[in-house]
T-cell receptor
Framework: AQTVTQSQPEMSVQEAETVTLSCTYD???????LFWYKQPPSRQMILVIR??????QNATENRFSVNFQKAAKSFSLKISDSQLGDTAMYFC???????????FGKGTRLSVIA | KAGVTQTPRYLIKTRGQQVTLSCSPI?????VSWYQQTPGQGLQFLFE???????NKGNFPGRFSGRQFSNSRSEMNVSTLELGDSALYLC????????????FGQGTRLTVV
């Protein structure tokens, strides 16, 4: 079975500081895509960053970057210069190439404190 | 480009009733997936439609059904509602056949009383 584990149910960070959210996954497939989604109180799930498993280079999107360790099946999200608007639930997810659905972790609730 | 639109945003229904939720994907997207989100179970996959065909189905009872129209709009139906069906129902659309990038709507909050 394919699973995603987010071991940190809640985290907090001071504004302007850096925080790292952890995610591990389990799959026997070799080709897959990994994602971090953000869900603010408005409930809309917003794609933050995406990583293709066949790419060794870690993806970055402005203040958001990932540390992808394929052998360890680890996919952490680093948020630099945290802003109040980063307060949200963050979900790690992956999809195996092909006709399969997204598999989500349970989420990490991040609070950015002024 | 308009995003994924889900209607209605909120619903309150009584046990035993049925409900229909609607999802309009991003223009040009042919894949629509539905997820149920609850505090206890997290995000669980319901089903996925691609070009009017159900391509995948999650582990939900037959009371949950869906369909997709020729314009890619999708509906989800839940019959004989139970209290445990109270949840946020999220719809996601994808422009790629392999669903390698999904965009979500704001969800429909269903409360069953």
């Amino acid at each position: 079975a394919q699973t995603v584990t987010q071991s940190q149910p809640e985290m907090s960070v001071q504004e302007a500081e850096t925080v790292t959210l952890s995610c591990t996954y389990d799959t026997s497939e070799n080709n897959y895509y990994l994602f971090w989604y953000k869900q603010p109180p408005s409930r809309q799930m917003i794609l933050v960053i995406r990583q293709e498993a066949y790419k060794q280079q870690n993806a970055t999107e402005n203040r958001f970057s990932v540390n992808f360790q394929k052998a360890a099946k680890s996919f952490s999200l680093k948020i630099s210069d945290s802003q109040l608007g980063d307060t949200a639930m963050y979900f790690c997810a992956f999809i195996v190439s092909g006709n399969t659905p997204l598999v989500f972790g349970k989420g990490t609730r991040l609070s950015v404190i002024a | 480009k308009a995003g994924v639109t889900q209607t209605p945003r909120y619903l309150i229904k009584t046990r035993g009733q049925q409900v229909t939720l609607s999802c309009s994907p991003i223009s040009g997207h042919r894949s629509v997936s539905w997820y149920q989100q609850t505090p206890g179970q997290g995000l669980q996959f319901l089903f996925e439609y691609f070009s009017e065909t159900q391509r995948n189905k999650g582990n939900f009872p037959g009371r949950f059904s869906g369909r997709q129209f020729s314009n890619s709009r999708s509906e989800m139906n839940v019959s004989t509602l139970e209290l445990g069906d109270s949840a946020l129902y999220l719809c996601a659309s994808s422009g790629t056949r392999k669903n390698t990038e999904a965009f979500f709507g704001q969800g429909t909050r269903l409360t069953v009383v």
